[in-house]
């Protein structure tokens, strides 16, 4: 069947009527203003995503940005009680570190003497090793949080883009059936990223062979050079053709239905690559506009108190990945629809 659009009626001769996709409907409109437009079009595209991203703001917009809050408080507890603490405290007077971040409203070089080095590498390693059980726990709880963020908005999402009745608030989903409903999802976009970086560092552990045999086999500084720029090039271009194919993986893993979505991705982009690449470059343009006027407002704690600083860093921080991460999950889904209704009408 043909996708949903206007279509020449054929019961009245010079008019247009809508078919829904399954049937026609009682919509119609004189042929000479002429309502078609092309539902696989970037128009169309960035028409449902706009509808995708203010459906997920308004059901899941508050609850994204306080687990995103949460996070940024326990970092920022971490740094304060890291860069106020005795050793920190040294740490900043020897490096001049609140003058030299904008802190105190001055900046001044930093010159030290052979025992103020040794002393300040000591105390970075102490805070550092101090930190390390701290940044993994962190670490941990971040791609956790970033698994359950996709799975969050995609399972939000999905169905009023496939359901147009579903999109319906009152009728939707209750809020924690859809983030319990997200958190079994967190398992297969968290291995969907794993197989994705997998296949990037293969990627590269590959493109060192060339490098290691011109070593051994005693190659001159020019070949290894010319070696190296050669098989950096290729791999810049395998890395990102590899990344249009796979990036929709973790979305496709937070909807269900296809494993971890790799596969999936892959046979999506077969035959669209250049359809699929453009929405993801507008996609992640949109998102990295949205994450830089967020930070935007990083600027104006300069010339307060560190911790202060850091709590207006780490506050803007969480609400940059909230709103970006609901951008990139939306763009993506509606592009994977896109692809979807496209091949349901060549076939």
Known sequence: MPPSGWYDDPEQPWTWRYWDGARWTEHRSPMWVPPVRDPSSISAWFERGTAAVKLAVRRIGLLL?????ILGVLGWWLLVTIAD??????????????Q??????????????????DRAWELFRELFWSAVPWLIVLGLLVVLAS???????????????????????ETADPLANVAGDAMRRVPAVFASGVVVLLVFAGVWLVAGLPMALVVVAGGGGAAIVLTVVFVVLVVMVATAWLWARLTLASVIAAVGGHGLGVRRSWDITDGRFWFVVGRLLIT???????????????????FLGLAAYLA?????????????????VCGHLVTIDQVDDGQQASN
């Open 65 to 69: 940005m306080a687990v995103w809050l």
């Open 85 to 98: 603490g005795d050793r920190g405290r040294e740490l900043r007077r020897l490096l001049d570190i609140d």
């Open 100 to 117: 030299n971040f904008g802190l105190t409203g001055s900046s001044a070089s930093v010159e030290l003497s052979e025992a103020e080095a």
């Open 147 to 169: 698994a359950w963020s996709v799975a969050l908005v995609a399972r939000t999402v999905h169905g009023p883009l496939d359901e147009p009745s579903a999109g319906n608030l």
């Open 284 to 302: 992640g343009l949109i998102a990295g506009v949205v994450s830089s006027a967020a930070n935007v407002f990083n600027t104006f704690g300069q």
């Open 312 to 328: 207006i860093v780490f506050f803007f921080q969480a609400v940059a990945v909230a709103a970006s991460m609901i951008v990139t």
